[in-house]
């Protein structure tokens, strides 16, 4: 049974995990000059983070990090640099100077800056100038324990990613282990680069490489590398749908008698993000992608992963996860299972 490649996977994984801790590591404060004019009249000075998931981002001496839900502000000052992303797909970039009129974001140099509404407003972003404060990221784990049949199950789901001015690069690591009696144990392993470049407007182009385990389905291994165009349908402070269309190379080995493989295969897919605005933050991540092979002919491949996050306080979370995997092409006998299935609930934190 060919293992060749699982201690590379893990390798990878443990790489993953010590980039993300040392990530994770205390950065030096901005000077908390930023001004934030709410609708009730209030008005905050501190250090503006980020608008996302519907919240701007506010830190302040006396809070720490505060989310402020986005149609409750007024105006927003700042003199470091960010991107702003509009609802059209627009992207403007520079500080946040003082509006003209209420209800507007001025952004760009003091010469050349433009103004618009705070509702046509999607994302704003803070572009840093060192490698290491440009870094994002997430740890979610998780484990449960059936006594009827003594399954036990843990998960662990490591992201990081890098922002630029032109463009975003991520890097994730996401594993299930399954033990439980009278059943073979199911390890599932999937470490995935990716990395996108803006373009005026909506649209965007890619590159990704993935590394995939899944006993369940006899896969021993699947390494891809493809490139992929993608369009922003939708992009509010609520909500960003996103399609995606591509080509890809896929190499497998299998844990049956199934031969080594190498296709090409097309892929198609959405991925979608909501943002449930109350109290605390509550955003739901969803991607769908169909993979049609190009050199196997009948051959069809779907992934859909959902991840739905509740924030407990400051920077901690609950999540919820599932996934789906099929492929038609089943294993050496007909017993042999072509879908996986499951959700796991796990804490996590971002940072």
Known sequence: MP????????????????AVLAM????????????????????????????????????????????????????VQSSLFFEVVLSDGQRHFGALHPPEEPGMLRVGTEAAAVEVPLGCVARITRIRESFWKRLKGSIDMGFQLAKANNRV?????????????????????????????????LDRQDITFNHRRFFSGKWLAGVFAAGQRNTELALNWRLILGASAGYHIVRTVEQDLVVLAGIAGASETFLDERDQTDSL?????????????????????ASATAFPSLS????????????IRKELWKDFFVSLRGFYSSDSTSGADEQSANSDYGAT?????TW
């Open 24 to 75: 994770a590591a205390p950065m030096a404060h901005a000077q908390k000059t930023d001004q934030v004019l709410l609708r009730n009249g209030d008005e905050l000075t501190g250090e503006v983070k980020s608008l996302a998931s519907g919240r701007l981002q506010f830190k302040t001496d006396a809070t720490d990090t505060i989310p402020i839900q986005w149609d409750h502000v007024v105006s």
């Open 345 to 349: 609930l796990g804490l996590g934190f």
């Open 3 to 18: 293992h060749q490649v699982l201690p590379t996977l893990r390798h990878a994984a443990w790489a993953t995990i010590i």
């Open 153 to 185: 199950d843990w998960s662990l789901k490591l992201t990081t990613n890098y922002r630029t001015r032109r463009g975003a690069t991520s890097l994730s690591y996401d594993s299930l282990y399954r033990k439980q009696d009278d059943t073979e144990d």
């Open 265 to 285: 295969e097309a892929f198609f897919g959405l991925s979608y993000e909501l943002y449930a605005l109350g109290n605390r933050d509550f955003v739901v991540t």
């Open 296 to 307: 196997v002919k009948g051959r069809f491949r779907s992934e859909i992963d959902v991840d």
